[in-house]
């Protein structure tokens, strides 16, 4: 019972090095989102996808590109590394129709950038 | 200003004390309320929600909403060590959007 499942699980990148994290889902949801979580921030929205061939920004989205693959797939890239993107980043999906919003959350990719 | 505001903590308490949590939000169209748990090194997973205002429990849980003062709570009754985390609490807007507090670490020492 995988859930939402993440890769890597930690990474460090040089400021300017580009990488791309993955999250796949088992659960058949529609909707993908990526966070970012910074100590005192919160969670903070990056890119969300309402189904399968869609995405739209969220509260924090410059730096980041994102690609829904498939409906398991939605991945989170980054072209240009900067130090402010040190974070834990975490990957998220919901079911279609649920107006509660319940999300259920991956594990997290830890990202240092140097 | 932030839409939901949580206290950071972190709050430490002795095992069997009642842990008492706190969010205030300012949009009054918000729905849905959420806890999530969070242990260290983990993703958030839900641990309560609803959408009306007054109580509602699940084991030593007990959430409760304020509609009319934009407040929501969290009780945890006879606390654990196993408790020790940290706990967000999470609102769903009009437009189905969540919103998260910043989390408040709880230590819950034996």
């Known amino acids: 019972n995988a859930g939402v499942t993440q890769t890597p699980k930690f990474q460090v990148l040089k400021t300017g090095q580009s990488m791309t994290l993955q999250c796949a889902q088992d659960?058949?949801?529609?909707?993908m989102y990526w966070y970012r979580q910074d100590p005192g921030m919160g969670l903070r929205l990056i890119y969300y996808?309402?189904?399968?061939?869609?995405?739209d920004k969220g509260e924090v989205p410059n730096g980041y590109n994102v690609s829904r693959l498939n409906k398991r797939e939605f991945s989170l890239r980054l072209e240009s590394a900067a130090p402010s993107q040190t974070s834990v980043y975490f990957c998220?999906?919901?079911?279609?129709?649920?107006?509660?919003?319940?999300?259920?959350f991956g594990a997290g990719t830890r990202l240092s950038v140097l | 200003q932030k839409e939901v505001e949580q206290d950071p903590g972190p709050l430490s308490v002795p095992e069997g004390a009642i842990v008492s949590l706190n969010c205030t939000y300012s949009n009054s169209a918000f729905q849905y309320f959420m806890w999530y748990r969070q242990y260290s090194r983990k993703g958030p997973e839900l641990l309560m929600y609803t959408y009306s205002s007054g109580n509602k429990e699940d084991g030593r849980f007990t959430a409760q909403v304020d509609k009319s003062s934009k407040y929501i709570s969290l009780f945890i009754r006879d606390s654990q060590p196993s408790d020790s985390a940290t706990y967000l609490c999470?609102?769903?807007?009009?437009?189905?959007?969540?919103?998260f507090g910043a989390g408040t670490q709880v230590v819950v020492t034996p």
């Open positions: 998220a999906s919901k079911s279609g129709g649920d107006l509660k919003n319940i999300q259920y």
């Open positions: 996808s309402a189904s399968e061939g869609t995405t």
């Open positions: 659960m058949n949801h529609n909707s």
């Open positions: 999470a609102i769903t807007d009009s437009w189905g959007k969540l919103q």
